[in-house]
């Protein structure tokens, strides 16, 4: 039973016979053509070999099954040199990438294709590497999903609409396999959603059974959502699922199951801020912006990301430290440049600050403590107070861009391994809005206009 | 052995022969005025009873032994009358004062006689209040330390002189009766100062083994210091020493043992603050100096201070609590007016804040939430963060003074009794130099000259 909303949304991305035939067509050439090259079966995996892609997306991943017998050399080798020979056949263009090991990203007659080397294993206990698994998504799913491709195709278009779709680590949200195990387990898009609106913390889904209970399962994973791989036990698909956004889904889910809308199947348009905005809107919040600027290092985001939120996490907490409240930081990764921004409640601090001393029964170190400061007469201090020492000293950072700007201080703490290289090279300390650039139009938007997903659709819903 | 300073100490401090002899006949007259006045027997305690007074201190207390078959109120009425006639035998002049129950503080022939009502009782597990303990003390006592009196008299010169003599609740420090016990363990005041030098909390002293060990006693008490009352096994003696006097009292013991000086037995003079020092001072901090001055409650300080520091307390969390960030804070009880200070980083904050919402699973209270901000559209929010919802909002207080002048907000907390009475007929809110006066002047400079006692001397100890 779908509602208006679903079958409006199914007949915009349900792909059309003639799409799905010319697909397979394309799908079983590649594996000719794999055969023909390497003398190794290969087998179409993801959305194209299970049916469950929407409408328009034109990716096809091809895995060619090299014997086990093979060195990881060897698979390398061979694997890339049939890719090759493969995209040569088509007359098409491709560029290696890297996973656990190299694979061809190729453009074949207008499809993105992914020629995988992978071992031909005959179970994921065999497993030599981690791309090894994915046949076996392909080979349990295909069967089993054929009747519910439209919810699959429902609910992944619902996780696009609401932000939440994609297992990078920018999104942290639902990989495609993920939706289609969560449809299989709850028998449908209608019941997944109404079930998800009543999720908590550490959900259980175990579609084989392979533990005995919830608790056991618990025991193991600590995820928000755990997920049990039906072809290996000891994985959670939604690992890489954040807290946020699984907290974000159970709104969507909850919000739609009251009052579902097209909305929440489109995702958001992306706003701007213009530099004037920017600058009116900094002055009616009265906080000090900060940002750290710095050339983007040149690897994936799935890479940076991560860096630049450690990165930012040390600096955070080195303000803390040092006693300049900190409203909120963000990190934001453009083309050209990275920054990192932080939102101060203060620029500027008082003259002294307090600094803790070692326990008074520590006498070794009370002693050098005492011996000091017994003679600084600017400030109050050493005083005990219950067990310990403490003095009154002049302020090391009474400004916070002083403390942004000590090159020293900054590289002292854990920043991510390509982040620090690049601010080693040079970082600018942007103030105020000197900070807004074109690069980052979009992203300082979002970072006012911050709201949850669910949140922005029922405002949407308003507006309908 | 007595090294140099301490030989001279005592030469000032020990009552000569002849003030040895006026004393004990001054007891002996009040013991018998109260046989005559009251027909029941009557003991001198304290320092006069043990001998262990400092030369000058005119210090009487006269416990009258009453049956314990009478009623409180009988006591009560007898013990009163009785301490009455006693005055008007002399022709002194007296004033009523209340400890448990009612007693007499009078000046009788230069002396200061305190004439305390109190159980006959045949030992303290009979005891029916608690100053029927006092007695036992003595009787513990008298003779024990007859061979120490002079070991006594340092320890509570070194006390006074270190600024923690006294067990009321401003100095939060050493008794008379506490450094009695501790001499008599010890064997004598060097054997004392060593062993304190060496203290760590939860320091244990059980003269008379009423506990096979220390673990058994540190499961009853958790003071820094615990010596058990040789009378009443179920009582710290040191209850009322604060850690942070333990840790200043180790402090003081350690370095006097290193280094032993005069100044060590020479309480410090207070210094004073003039306004234009404390104008320039708080100029030269930079901080934003708040004072909450109303009128003393006529209580006695150990009733007042106490309330202070809750008062402080409460006000403190909520300033915290509204992101105004506290340098130090501190109460100080005048004749007239009490002051409560917060020395804040600064006074002023942007006109946004971060408001925590409900966890996003608690159903309810996140709809409330959401509905409440759906349709604002000035700040950010609301987002989800892991589990739980939070909003941006215009802050409440963006001045510190608007808190603090808030009397509903300061009116919902926590504070002590007779302070709020006293505030509730009216507080003012001082900022900066304004916060100065003559009544303050000695307060002021501490706060801001604040040390450790140790550290005091160790710098007079420089300049001698």
Not at 28 to 42: F, R, W
Not at 200 to 213: A, C, L, N, Q
Request: proline share 5%; aromatic share 12%; glycine share 6%.
């Amino acid at each position: 039973m779908r509602n208006e909303y679903e079958t409006a949304v199914l007949s915009r991305i349900l792909p059309s016979d003639a799409e799905r035939v010319e697909s397979h067509l394309m799908g079983q050439k590649l594996i000719d053509a794999v055969k023909e090259a390497a003398g190794v079966p290969a087998m179409i995996t993801g959305s194209v070999a299970r049916g469950t892609w929407v409408k328009g997306d034109k990716d096809i991943d091809v895995f060619m099954l090299f014997p086990p017998e093979l060195s990881r050399d060897e698979l390398q080798e061979k694997g890339l040199a049939a890719a090759y020979a493969v995209v040569e056949k088509f007359g098409g263009t491709s560029e290696e990438k890297y996973a656990e090991h190299p694979y061809l990203n190729a453009v074949i007659e207008g499809y993105d294709v992914d020629l995988v080397p992978c071992y031909n294993v005959a179970s994921t206990a065999e497993m030599k590497c981690a791309v090894d698994r994915t046949p076996f998504h392909t080979r349990y799913l295909i069967d089993k999903i054929a009747p519910l491709k439209e919810d699959v195709l429902l609910l992944k278009q619902f996780c696009k609409g609401g932000g939440v779709y994609g297992s990078d680590h920018m999104t942290g949200g639902f990989s495609g396999y993920l939706c289609e195990l969560l449809i299989l387990h709850y028998g449908g898009f209608s019941n997944f959603m109404r079930a998800a609106s009543k999720f908590r913390y550490g959900e259980v889904v175990d579609i084989e059974k392979y533990y005995p209970d919830k608790k056991a399962v618990r025991a193991l994973f600590t995820d928000p959502l755990i997920v049990i791989d039906p072809t290996d036990k000891h994985r959670n698909v939604a690992a890489a699922l954040t807290p946020t956004r699984f907290s974000e889904f159970m709104e969507l889910a909850r919000d739609y199951c009251e009052k579902p809308g097209a909305c929440y199947f489109v995702p958001d348009a992306a706003t701007t801020i213009s530099k004037s905005e920017f600058t009116a809107l900094l002055e009616r919040r009265k906080t000090a912006l900060y940002a750290l600027s710095f050339k983007t290092p040149e690897y994936v985001a799935d890479t940076v990301v991560p860096q630049l939120r450690k990165t930012m996490e040390t600096i955070r907490s080195m303000l803390i430290k040092e006693e300049f409240q900190v409203h909120r930081s963000e990190v934001f990764m453009g083309p050209e440049h990275s920054i990192i921004i932080f939102e101060l409640l203060v620029a500027e601090l008082p003259n002294i600050i307090v600094r803790e001393g070692p326990p008074v029964w520590n006498h070794t170190n009370a002693d050098k403590f005492v011996e000091k400061y017994l003679h600084q007469e600017e400030f109050a201090g050493p005083w005990i107070f219950e067990d310990r020492y403490y003095t009154e000293v002049p302020r090391k950072y009474i400004t916070a861009a002083s403390l942004l700007e000590d090159r020293k201080k900054i590289f002292s703490g854990a920043l991510g391994k390509h982040v620090r290289i690049s601010m080693e090279e040079g970082y600018d300390v942007l103030c105020g809005s000197d900070i807004w650039s074109e690069e980052f139009s979009f992203s300082l938007s979002a970072y006012f206009a911050r709201s949850s997903h669910a949140v922005r659709k029922m405002r949407q819903l308003c507006n309908e």
